[in-house]
Nanobody, 122 residues
Framework: QVQLVESGGGLVQAGGSLRLSCAAS????????MGWFRQAPGKEREFVAA????????YYADSVKGRFTISKDNAKNTVYLHMNSLKPEDTAVYYC???????????????WGQGTQVTVSS
């Protein structure tokens, strides 16, 4: 199994920035890609960004392109989500997840973290 622990959430004003971290442990060799998803109250969990451990290919949801950047540190088995120009509509619980292939689809991800709350005030 792969264990994932997110950190870095919090309260920020609109226009501000936050960096989320996701530390992976366990059978990380089974992980080919890491994704960030988010879920706002009353809404479905949606894809935000993803990256492959090898090569670093990245994918982004249209809603965050140009504002969010996903990155990785293979030596630390950690993936980051750098969030800039935050908007109130970015408020959600953010989850990181692990998959054995690159995908933007929630069901492709096998392992999930517990989530971290991001709140953007207007």
């Amino acid at each position: 199994q792969v264990q994932l622990v997110e950190s870095g959430g919090g309260l920020v004003q609109a226009g501000g920035s936050l960096r989320l971290s996701c530390a992976a442990s366990g059978r990380t060799s089974r992980s080919y890609a890491m994704g960030w998803f988010r879920q706002a109250p009353g809404k479905e969990r949606e894809f935000v960004a993803a990256i492959t451990w090898s090569g670093g290919s990245t994918y982004y949801a249209d809603s965050v392109k140009g504002r969010f950047t996903i990155s990785k540190d293979n030596a630390k088995n950690t993936v980051y989500l750098h969030m800039n120009s935050l908007k109130p509509e970015d408020t959600a619980v953010y989850y990181c997840a692990s998959a054995t292939f690159m995908s933007t689809i929630r069901s492709a991800y096998d392992y999930w973290g517990q989530g971290t709350q991001v709140t953007v005030s207007s």
